[in-house]
């Protein structure tokens, strides 16, 4: 099948030209869009500011505290007159990041759950893997997680396989580090956080880019921690639908079904993992 993704973490030659030269902090953008975000907004963009000097925060349509908290901040804020969902923020996100000239996109939630603290770990990683998606994948402090939550996000990961041909570790996750050919994408279909998982396809079957995940902490409301979240906006049983459905429809379209199990098996999760933490306990997923 001329989908299927070969085993290395790299893009593709022949697929998409791979820009190799080194990524510093002045070369991305971070992206940050933004739903009733008052409760922790505010610091997400200080550590952000703290590790890159290009931020972007797109408002889409909140009725909280949400912009005042960014007041005297040097950041880029776009505003949606009313809410329009993650994707149309993140697609506008994209857009401004690239009329800036950023050669990589940064995306973070303005939940508190993504650190500033990961984005230089990503960063490497990203030079150590040019040209890939790299995800800031949630496999510290795991048991943090909610068990749903946890079982929500290995399905996903089992979903999404079938629309990029190989395993991915934390598809889920919203901190990510997209090149800049990735986010220069146009006709991605799907809205919310269904076009996060379709931007990995879109990648993949046009571009022939894979994603390689960095492990960073699991941040959620516990017993552990003092530190308050706001309600998510994910809902697992009603937004894993959408994106899975909307998948499993574009992989039985696409067809080369059994070519695509193949593929899947071949490939496992790439995990960036220079000290070796994390090689012991990650097992491939099987298709």
């Known amino acids: 099948m001329d989908d299927a993704i070969p085993a290395s973490p790299d893009a593709r030659p022949g697929r998409a030209p791979v820009d ?110 040019p040209g890939c998606i790299v995800i800031g994948a949630r496999l510290r402090r795991r048991s943090q997680q909610p068990l749903h939550r946890r079982l929500a996000n290995e399905f996903g990961d089992w979903g999404l396989a079938w629309g990029t041909g190989y395993q991915v570790a934390d598809s889920q996750s919203g901190q990510r580090l997209y090149p800049a050919a990735v986010a220069a994408l146009e006709d991605v279909p799907g809205e919310d956080f269904v076009f996060e998982a379709q931007i990995m396809i879109s990648a993949s079957r046009r571009l022939g880019v894979r994603c390689v995940s960095v492990p960073i902490e699991s941040r959620y409301k516990s017993v552990h921690s003092h530190e308050q979240f706001r309600a998510s906006h994910f809902r697992p049983l009603r937004d894993l639908w959408r994106i899975t459905s909307h998948i499993v429809l574009q992989a039985v379209r696409h067809g080369g079904l059994p070519a695509v199990y193949r593929s899947i098996r071949a490939n496992p999760a790439v995990i960036d993992d220079p000290d070796g933490e994390f090689a012991a306990t990650l097992q491939p997923q099987r298709g």
């Not at 009313?82 to 149309?88: D, I, L, N, P, Y």
């Open 20 to 129: 190799r030269m080194p990524l510093d902090r002045g070369d991305i953008a971070v992206v940050i869009p933004a739903l009733n975000e008052a409760l922790r907004i505010r610091g997400v963009v200080e550590g952000a500011l703290a590790q890159c000097p290009r931020v972007i925060v797109v408002d889409d349509g909140s009725d909280d505290d949400t912009v005042a908290r960014l007041e005297g901040l040097p950041v880029t804020l776009l505003r949606h007159a009313s809410r329009r969902g993650k994707g149309a923020s993140l697609r506008d996100g994209f857009r401004e990041a690239l009329r800036q000239g950023a050669r990589a996109v940064l995306t973070m939630d303005g939940d508190g759950q993504h650190s500033g603290d990961d984005i230089p770990r990503m960063l490497a990683a990203a030079n150590r893997h």
